[in-house]
Structures are given as C-alpha cells and as structure tokens.
C-alpha cells in the first residue's frame, strides 16, 4: 500500500498533471502538424523541466543538498518562496503566450490563457494562506483546478461562445477524470501522511475558487 500511494504521489504530482491536462487540451484543438509539435514541446518546457528546475533549486539552497523526500515534506518558509516564483514564472509564461503568433494556439489562445490566469490566482491564493501559516496540499490544489476547469469548458470555453461545440462531453470527461485523480491523490497524501484533511480541504477549496471566481468575472454572471 505504501508503494502504491508513493506511486500515485509521483505520478500524480502537479507539474505532471497540469502538462497532461494541457496536452489533453491542444489534442482537442484543431492545432495539427508541426505547430502542434512546438505547443507541446513549448508546454512541456513551461510546465515541467523549468519548474523541476527551479523547484529544485528551492530544495537545495534551503537543505544545501536534495533529496526527492524534500519535495513531500518541505518547510513551509520554502513553500512561500516556491509559490513567489511560481506566481512571477506564470505571469511571464502568461505574457509570452499572449504575444506568441495567432498561429501556434489558433482560436484557443483564450482558453490556454485562462488557465494560465486562474493558476497564477490559485498560486496566489494558495501564497496568503501560507503567510497565515496555513499549509494546504498543491498536489488536491492542482487536480481540483482542472477537474473545475474540465466542467467549466464543457458549459463555456473563452473566446469560442460563438462555435457551435461537439466536444463538451470531452470537456466533461476531462472533469470527471480529474475527479478520479483526486479521489486517489488524496488518499496517497493523506495515507502518506504528508498533508491533514484539513490541508488537503483548503487545497481542495482553492483548486474550486479559482476557476469559479476567473469565470464570474469574465462572463459578468
């Protein structure tokens, strides 16, 4: 049981699901050939090795060396200075794909940067409760925030109100996918021990906000 919630843990972890989602994402796009080749290469970049890299580099400067067990158990102070530089690194990822051409993301520029946007909120959401010294759990945080986004598409997606939508049950599936990674990421966090229920609720609760409160501000509703 330990192994396999080690496993689900890793498999699991933020910077791999938001590149899966993302993924997910542009396949459901009519972006094809060689630009779809630099999206995912660019996301893959963006989303994973340069995170790794700096999160890393967190790790080690505050442990002055780095262990994989770090990254499940680490201090709060460095989860504060993680979530700085995560909030500056999306915001500067965000105005790079809204100034990439029209022809790399097509039509769905809006919904790429929405989500974009809303995780920089949940990031920073997620950095004030860490100054009121209240962990919550990024790997519900992250999971919650694309099952959310999932449902929200397949209601209303950014910038494509007036395209008539055969893929809302993809959009919906995408949600109910992620609710399934949820389930079992939060019971591998919690039978590992690395985070409370309580952690894991305000993970939960920001992964749900941050969509919702973006959407209700971009519709007006």
């Not at 099952?147 to 809302?168: C, H, R, V």
Request: some cysteine.
């Amino acid at each position: 049981m330990i192994k396999t919630a080690k496993f689900l843990s890793i498999f699991f972890h933020p910077l791999f699901v938001s590149f899966l989602n993302f993924l997910f994402l542009l396949l459901l796009s009519p972006i094809k050939g060689a630009v779809l080749g630099f999206d995912i290469t660019l996301f893959f970049l963006c989303i994973v090795v340069i995170p790794m890299f700096y999160t890393a580099a967190v790790v080690y400067n505050d442990n002055k060396e780095f262990s994989w067990a770090y990254l499940s158990d680490m201090a709060i102070h460095s989860r504060r200075k993680l979530l700085i530089y995560t909030v500056i690194y999306n915001l500067l990822v965000l105005l790079f794909v809204l100034n990439l051409n029209p022809i790399f993301f097509k039509s769905y520029k809006p919904m790429f940067a929405s989500i974009i946007m809303g995780f920089i909120f949940s990031m920073i959401l997620s950095f004030l409760m860490h100054l009121l010294n209240h962990k919550n759990s990024l790997h519900a945080l992250t999971v919650t925030f694309y099952m959310t986004f999932g449902f929200i598409f397949a209601w209303k997606i950014p910038g494509l109100e007036i395209i008539s939508d055969i893929s809302n049950a993809w959009y919906l599936g995408m949600g109910i996918v992620n609710f399934l990674i949820l389930c079992s990421v939060v019971w591998a966090r919690i039978f590992l021990k690395a985070h409370t229920v309580k952690e894991i609720a305000f993970g939960i609760l920001i992964g749900i906000l941050s969509p919702v409160i973006l959407t209700l501000l971009t519709y007006g509703i």
